[in-house]
């Protein structure tokens, strides 16, 4: 193995370690193959704890059978010398970075392997032992190591494998997902990856509310999100502990497949804003620049594009022009009930409207999006500054900008800020550009 590591002939060496280990009598083959799948693919590094319980699942059971979990030392008896132990932090890698190329690039050497891993993680969170468990824990207990990685991961092995074949596991544990554990751990991970201040949820209670449903379409998967649909009555405009509904979750994580689902639903009410902020899920499609489903939320009739968050008071089209989206300023300017003068409430500082930040940011396409909009105010100042997108785009040189605002005739070149008491012309006649003043005395 050492000649291995130092990169003489890896993948020939590699091909005869896998054809000895192929070769292992009784089940020493399974459990060394199946263990370099694991963590080959598992979406982090694995606790020797936790590959000691995946490996022993067995498919089709109802509870964990302890006699069936080998011991680490086989595991890495049967590996041949491919699988390590870290040991400052007790978890299992493969022996060298090449192995993880050598096997990515002979992916018939595993059948299936994020489907087979959802499988045993599906089997594991619908153990009996499991199900007992209070769903206002924090983690869960040494005794059943292999509950954390399932509950965070096996939505992703599902996405990533054939969802059909374990639709059946999947759906028993969102069947009453809000009274597992399970639901609370997948929560936990998301707002550690937030790094979110404020939890979703009380640590000493369930996430309340946070259904199948809501998890399914949190975690993206739209063949299960429709199954659910199908197998019994749900109330779609459910909201969770923190007030957001299925739809909501979907337009979050940016899932256009399940907000596709989810809309063909008459029922849905898709103006239902957060109890955390005021978001509905328009807003947080816009805020996170997903065109497909800013597109798909607009084709509804009933959807109001003009809601503002209650925390900032940033509506969707404000957020789109921030953050130079050109595509979704256009879909939501088709729109005849939009507004495009709502500005930001978040500070006296601010108070901006989508022009001022397209004429701030110098951004031509947005700046020429709005103005065709006759209802478009081109002379709204800013709550800070009093200054006006003509005064922003002079003061930041923006020529095309300026010269779009200058060919609206109802653009007033001569507004003079609050804060410095300048007008555009004043600006660009500090700062000497020519180009700017020329647009501005014509």
Known sequence: MSEMTKGNHLGD??????????????????????????????????QTSELCHALGVKKGSTDLDHENIPEIRAILGCSLGLITVEGSTSTVRLVHFTLQEYLSDNPSLFQSPHSMIAEICLTYLNFRCVRELASTLCSAPPTLPLVEYASSYWGKHMGRGKASSVTPLALELL????????????????????????????KNSSPNGFTGLHGAAFLGLGEIVA???AKKEWDINAVDAIGRTSLAWA?????????????????????????EYGRTPLWLAAERSHEGIVKLLLEREDIDPNTADTAYGRAPLWWAALHRHEGIVKLLLEREDINPNTADTSTPRYGRTPL??????GHEGIAKLLLEREDTNPNTADTGYGRTPLGWAAEGRHVGVAKLLLEREDTNPNTADTGHGRTPLGWVAEDGHEEVAKLLLE
């Open 356 to 361: 001022l930040w397209a004429a701030k940011g």
């Open 227 to 229: 199954a659910l649909l």
């Open 251 to 275: 337009a979050t994580e940016s899932h256009e497949d399940v907000v596709k689902v989810l809309l063909q639903r008459k029922d849905v009410n898709p103006n239902v804003a957060d109890a």
């Open 175 to 202: 069947i009453g997902f809000e009274e597992h554990i399970s639901s609370r751990l997948l929560l936990l991970q998301y707002e550690e990856n937030r790094y979110r201040w404020e939890p979703h949820f009380d």
């Open 13 to 46: 060496a590699y091909a005869t370690t896998l054809d000895r280990m192929k070769a292992q009598n009784g089940g020493r083959s399974r459990l060394g193959m199946e263990a370099l799948m694991w963590v080959s693919n598992s979406e982090r590094p694995l």
